[in-house]
């Protein structure tokens, strides 16, 4: 199916066929295998990592994030987990508590593939319903050096479930002065839920171009990130690939338990340069 996918994409015109016309395939994973996602190309964010979220990464586990039917699949779940982070008597949110009450995964490039300039594409369908929010996102390689925003950040796609029918773009950045910047679109495409669709990201030195589908809705102007030690968009990013959690307070919203287990599915996985 994959392979007829990819003939099609080929005698088409628009972003995808710009992209194998103009760049060689440097990196993939087809997932045209089952099990747990190649080690050799991707490794896992464990426990809670960010914005307070619900959700417990976990790692190797296929109940959370499993490759079948020649697709990855990212499973959010409701059920008790350990915490190994848990310390008694810490108020830090992510360490305070024993157990988590809900499980997720996250899947990362970190320490085995970043990429500067090109085309980042994902083929994917999107988990959906309050609270969901899957994300396909990349981050400074240099990310645990420097610390955010100062790594910099491109979210490819995120996707809201209490916002159905949008995607977001979005590009996070430190400023000349070292102040927090933001800029992104959310173009109406829809409802991108009902089935697979292309995100991707068309990389150039001086700008980004964001894509849905065919539509490009959003470019950037890298020379805003610019600081005095260089710019950050000028440097190695890798990818991440995960179902997050929303709650009360977030701008994802608080989910709902009669939604669980979430699923989202990525097709595959194509960087070009």
């Not at 896992?44 to 959700?55: I, K, L, S, W």
């Not at 008694?88 to 085995?112: D, M, P, R, V």
């Not at 190695?236 to 009669?258: K, V």
């Amino acid at each position: 199916m994959k392979k007829i996918f990819l003939l099609i994409a080929l005698v088409l015109c628009g972003a995808s066929t710009y992209a194998q016309q103009k760049r060689k395939l440097v990196w993939s994973d087809e997932f045209s295998y089952k099990g747990q996602p190649d080690p050799q190309k991707w490794d896992y964010e464990d426990g809670f990592v960010r914005n307070n979220e619900p959700q417990y990464y976990t790692t190797k586990r296929l109940e959370n994030c499993r490759v079948e039917n020649g697709t990855l699949v990212i499973e959010a779940r409701k059920e008790e987990f350990p915490n190994a982070r848990y310390k008694s008597g810490s108020t830090n949110w992510a360490e305070k508590e024993q157990f988590a009450h809900y499980t997720s995964a996250s899947l990362i490039t970190k320490g085995k593939a970043d990429w500067k300039y090109g085309r980042m594409e994902v083929r994917a369908k999107v988990a959906t319903g309050a609270g969901a929010w899957p994300a396909i996102w990349m981050l400074g390689a240099n990310r645990g050096a420097v610390k955010w925003p100062d790594c910099g950040e491109i979210d490819i796609m995120e996707y809201l479930g209490r916002d159905p029918s949008k995607v977001y773009g979005t590009v996070h950045y430190a400023d000349s002065l070292g102040k927090y910047q933001h800029q992104g679109e959310s173009p109406i495409v829809g409802a991108p839920a009902d089935g697979f669709h292309i995100y991707a990201l068309e990389w150039y030195p001086d700008r980004f171009e964001f894509y849905y589908d065919n539509l490009k809705y959003f470019v950037f102007d890298i020379s805003k990130a610019q600081q005095k030690e260089g710019n950050i968009f000028q440097k190695n990013f890798y990818l991440l690939l995960n179902l997050a959690l929303g709650h009360e307070g977030s701008w994802a919203g608080p989910f709902n338990d009669n939604l669980l287990p979430l699923k989202y599915y990525v097709d595959y996985v194509r960087v070009y340069q």
